[in-house]
């Protein structure tokens, strides 16, 4: 792993679980950390409720666009967490790779939401104790 690790956070539309880490990442490590997202089949803008949720955190996700997964995203990224998104993700010797079981926010209401918002928290806070002890 270098100096500054690289963490890539990969769901099915990079509209929702993806986004929400990498926020939390973001602004819990600063530039200690790169942090990259993307999804298998993204969408065209980021969940509204998403965005709202983590806002109540004070976390503006707001101005982020859905990325298409590539071969090079992971490549260059020394921690890949997946988030249901099967196998569409390439597997390359030496990554350090998680997948998150997570529920989908998409069509959910605030409530279920903030609940999804809290785990990816909790999970994000862990996975920085341990990249930066």
């Not at 503006?60 to 992971?74: R, W």
């Not at 921690?79 to 998150?100: N, S």
């Amino acid at each position: 792993m270098t100096d500054t690790p690289t963490v890539l956070f990969v769901c099915v539309h990079n509209a929702g679980r993806s986004q929400m880490a990498a926020g939390y990442l973001q602004h819990l490590a600063g530039d200690r950390v790169e942090v990259l997202s993307a999804g298998s089949e993204p969408k065209d803008a980021i969940n509204p409720v998403a965005i709202e949720a983590m806002a109540e955190e004070g976390i503006d996700i707001a101005a982020n666009t859905p990325k298409l997964l590539t071969v090079d995203a992971v490549r260059e990224s020394d921690v890949v967490i997946t988030m249901g998104c099967g196998d569409a993700c390439p597997i390359f010797p030496g990554k350090r790779y998680e997948d998150w079981q997570l529920d989908d926010p998409a069509g959910q209401g605030i409530a279920d939401v903030r609940r999804i918002r809290d785990d990816i928290r909790t999970r994000v806070g862990a996975l920085l104790t341990e990249l930066l002890p």
